[in-house]
């Protein structure tokens, strides 16, 4: 059973910095691509950053590329977001998502993809 569970979040001030995480049950991250999603209200979830199992290829939405940046650690079993110099719009729920190697990388970016979610953080940038 894959179970992930984020934290993190918080409110920031426009141009400030948050870390989020994304505890994994053990050998997710040596089974799955993992990645970022978020929802702002009223929106549909939308798709931040991924990482590739194998080889560790990383994708970015356009919005938060030089800005936000996936990582993780087989180690501690952990998934990292680092999000830099935010704005007011990357105000959202953040979610940790698992899905299979065998999905073709152009469509890393798809939710339906992914088989296992977070229950979310919340991110709030003030302006």
């Known amino acids: 059973q894959v179970q992930l569970v984020e934290s993190g979040g918080g409110l920031v001030q426009t141009g400030g910095s948050l870390r989020l995480s994304c505890a994994a049950s053990e050998r997710t991250l040596n089974t799955y691509n993992m990645a970022w999603f978020r929802q702002a209200p009223e929106k549909e979830r939308e798709f931040v950053a991924a990482?590739?199992?194998?080889?560790?290829?990383?994708s970015y939405t356009d919005s938060v590329k030089g800005r936000f940046t996936i990582s993780r650690d087989f180690a501690e079993n952990m998934v990292y977001l680092q999000m830099n110099n935010l704005k007011p719009e990357d105000t959202a729920v953040y979610f940790c998502?698992?899905?299979?190697?065998?999905?073709?990388?152009?469509?890393?970016?798809?939710?339906?993809?992914?088989?296992?979610w977070g229950q979310g953080t919340q991110v709030t940038v003030s302006s």
């Open positions: 990482i590739r199992r194998r080889g560790g290829s990383t």
């Open positions: 998502a698992a899905g299979p190697t065998s999905t073709i990388w152009s469509e890393i970016q798809t939710s339906t993809r992914y088989h296992y």
